[in-house]
């Protein structure tokens, strides 16, 4: 069965402070990995695909990272404005999202 | 959320009452996806489907729940006799035809959300 888990549950963090979050997962036959952005009462907001093992993508101070076995996304110099939730998701042969259970970050000024 | 919309936002139903929910996806997209949310929990499969074919209904409750993504028209998830389990918010993704054919394309737009509160 295709199983996500998230860690940390939440953490907190000061502004410019860099840190990472991650994201385990097992799956049968791994097409992609998802990462998404959700603010309180909004949908989830697509960041990134991955699709195998050593590659990498970023978006402003975002940077996704994957392995066989898990995900990291790591956030630098954070701001205020990148506090949400963080969620992981992936995609195997079932054809569907499978979600873990997130990881809600705060940065304070 | 690059063009998934979903009516309504909020809907209140008492119990035994029937709810639908309307999901539009990204003009050009034929792939639906439902998944349920509750309160500090993650998004939960319910449905996937393509134009009239419904793909994975696994996560879907077999009784009260049903789901459909006709020719012409938005997809619709729709809940009988409501309960106050059901009370969480339902969100909808599209994706569009993958050419590898096999199901999901590199990205998935969520919706915002419809939020069922069962009173």
């Known amino acids: 069965e295709d199983q996500v888990t998230q860690s940390p549950e939440a953490l907190r963090l000061q502004e410019g402070e860099s840190s990472s979050l991650n994201c385990s997962y097992t799956?049968?036959?791994?097409?992609?990995l998802f990462w998404y952005r959700q603010d309180p009462g909004k949908g989830p907001e697509f960041l990134f695909t991955?699709?195998?093992a050593g590659e990498e993508k970023e978006k402003e101070r975002l940077k996704a990272t994957l392995t066989k076995k898990e995900s990291f996304l790591h956030i630098t110099a954070p701001k205020p404005e990148d506090s949400a939730t963080y969620l992981c998701a992936v995609w195997g042969n079932t054809g569907k999202l499978i979600f873990g259970q997130g990881t809600t970050l705060q940065v304070k000024p | 959320n690059a063009g998934v919309m979903q009516n309504p936002r909020h809907l209140v139903r008492r119990r035994g009452q029937e709810a639908r929910l309307r999901c539009s996806p990204v003009k050009g997209h034929s792939h639906v996806y439902w998944y349920r949310q509750l309160p500090e929990e993650g998004l939960k499969f319910m449905v996937y489907l393509q134009k009239e074919n419904i793909i994975d209904e696994s996560g879907m409750p077999k009784e009260r729940f049903s789901a459909e993504f006709p020719k012409e028209g938005p997809s619709i998830l729709r809940i009988q006799q409501v309960v106050r389990g059901d009370s969480a918010a339902y969100f909808c993704?599209?994706?569009?035809?993958?050419?590898?054919?096999?199901?999901?394309?590199?990205?998935?737009?969520f919706g915002q959300g419809t939020r069922l509160t069962v009173v």
């Open positions: 991955l699709y195998s």
């Open positions: 993704a599209s994706s569009p035809r993958d050419s590898r054919g096999i199901g999901m394309n590199t990205e998935a737009f």
């Open positions: 799956v049968s036959g791994l097409r992609g």
